[in-house]
């Protein structure tokens, strides 16, 4: 697991223009990174255009990361989402590609984790935190995630009052705040 | 601290990204000048963004894309948030002290030297690197003693893996000695890979195979080599 003061180091080199830190970061998060993109894009051609397109951002914001809005890897991985949202929103639809209900329901796929990113343990954690989420509440979070819904986009395909809907994400959200809270 | 209400309702739904464009924007705006939001909220996405990193399919990304995105900015300018004009505009709006130029004038001299040299031999390796054009590149980490160091693993997919390195020239007496690292039992074991006593930005064989998955280190020992590492290594890669 990647030391958080060691990031920031790397996030410095960058904004200071060293393409090699770059390459450092993506040797700490392009496998997640990768793997985050490839959940939600239709493709690995698609994930492999978009994940060139984050580490540029990366590169062009990294003067503009501040330690106390977060860890390196969210940074990282927010700016990720957000270009493959961009890109779904663009490219996406043309293609007639949108993520499915049914294939983003489930906040948390099968898949084993890279424990160069989340050591085993703390992966268990977090598997046992999301699972003891009620489903609707994990379902909100798996379309919203991964499928880059808005509640009131939720709420109009799923048939669901907004209220709830925003009540599910609350609650799930603190959740995940309240049991994955840093503690190391 | 802002003194509007805090959107503690609907901060959660904000990390998230799930908001409307009007709500999102107004939330935005509260957080960049609200202390305890933006710790609520660096919280909220630390969680979220860890239990997306486990629920994040696990596949190999394609082998060059580390070495495209390097190569794409090793050259590219400096990022900035502010254009020169801005830049300039705010030097000219400070009032400068009678010293600075002097001290200016000197530090540029230095910096101009110090950079030069840094640069060029950062521009030496990175060519070095940009003349790959077969195979996998794998880096290997610097230690924090010697942040300054560089080295990759070329995995040609003909012929043998070899290394290039940027480090200085070893003190009299020593030598770069290379290590092939193999997994044995719950640890590693090192097997001697070559020594070599030059300096800068070279390339180096290994003179033991490389397994597939197997790492690589770079210690400092004896020029006539040594068996086992007896110094920590200056560039390392656990796996390849």
Redesign the interface.
């Known amino acids: 697991m990647p030391d958080k003061a060691d990031d920031v180091k790397l996030v410095e080199r960058?904004?200071?223009?060293d393409?090699?830190a770059?390459?450092?970061l993506?040797?700490r998060y392009?496998?997640?990174a990768?793997?985050?993109l490839?959940?939600m894009l239709p493709g690995?051609e698609a994930?492999?255009e978009v994940?060139?397109d984050a580490?540029?951002s990366v590169?062009?914001?990294?003067?503009?990361y501040r330690q106390?809005?977060?860890?390196v890897?969210?940074w990282l991985?927010?700016i990720c989402?957000?270009a493959a949202?961009d890109w779904r929103r663009t490219r996406g639809k043309r293609l007639e590609r949108e993520v499915t209900i049914d294939a983003a329901a489930?906040?948390?796929?099968d898949?084993?984790?890279?424990e160069r990113?989340?050591d085993s343990l703390?992966?268990e954690h977090?598997?046992a935190?999301?699972g003891q989420l009620p489903r609707e509440q994990r379902e909100?979070?798996a379309l919203?995630?991964?499928g880059?819904?808005?509640?009131?986009e939720?709420a109009a395909r799923t048939d669901t009052p907004l209220g709830t809907v925003?009540s599910r994400?609350?609650l799930?959200?603190?959740k995940?705040?309240e049991?994955?809270?840093?503690e190391r | 601290m802002s003194q509007e209400r805090h959107p503690t309702?609907d901060l959660?739904?904000y990390?998230?990204?799930?908001?409307?464009d009007d709500e999102r924007k107004a939330i935005a705006a509260h957080v960049e000048t609200c202390?305890s939001c933006?710790?609520d909220?660096?919280?909220?996405?630390?969680?979220?963004?860890?239990?997306?990193?486990?629920?994040?399919?696990?596949?190999?990304?394609?082998r060059d894309?580390?070495t495209?995105?390097?190569?794409?900015?090793?050259d590219?300018?400096?990022?900035?948030?502010r254009s020169w004009g801005d830049r300039v505009a705010e030097l000219l709006r400070r009032p400068v002290p009678a010293f600075v130029p002097l001290v200016l004038g000197v530090l540029l001299v230095v910096a101009f030297a110090v950079v030069g040299a840094s640069r060029q031999q950062?521009d030496e390796y990175?060519r070095a690197l940009a003349g790959v054009v077969d195979g996998r590149v794998v880096?290997l980490?610097p230690s924090g003693a010697n942040p300054d160091a560089?080295g990759s693993v070329v995995i040609p997919t003909r012929g043998s893996p070899y290394l290039i390195v940027r480090l200085p020239a070893p003190p009299a007496g020593k030598a770069w000695e290379a290590w092939v690292l193999r997994p044995a039992g719950s640890g590693l074991t090192a097997v001697p890979a070559g020594t070599t006593e030059r300096g800068d930005v070279f390339v180096m064989s290994l003179t033991a195979p490389l397994g597939a998955g197997e790492g690589v280190a770079i210690t400092l020992e004896p020029a006539t080599g040594s068996a086992q590492p007896t110094t920590q290594p200056v560039l390392a890669a656990e796996k390849t």
């Open positions: 960058i904004a200071a223009g393409a090699e770059l390459g450092e993506y040797d392009g496998r997640v990768f793997g985050v490839y959940r690995p994930a492999e994940a060139q580490f540029h590169w062009r914001q990294a003067r503009s106390e809005r977060g860890s890897r969210t991985l927010a989402r957000n949202i489930e906040l948390l796929s898949a084993k984790v890279d990113v989340v703390r992966a977090v598997r935190v999301v909100v979070l919203a995630f991964w880059g819904y808005s509640q009131s939720i925003k994400v609350r799930a959200m603190n995940l705040r049991s994955l809270k840093d | 309702e959660p739904a990390a998230l990204g799930a908001l409307d202390a933006t710790g909220l660096a919280q909220l996405e630390d969680a979220l963004y860890e239990a997306a990193a486990v629920g994040a399919v696990e596949i190999e990304p394609p894309l580390r495209r995105i390097v190569l794409r900015h090793r590219a300018p400096v990022p900035s948030q950062s990175g880096a980490a560089r």
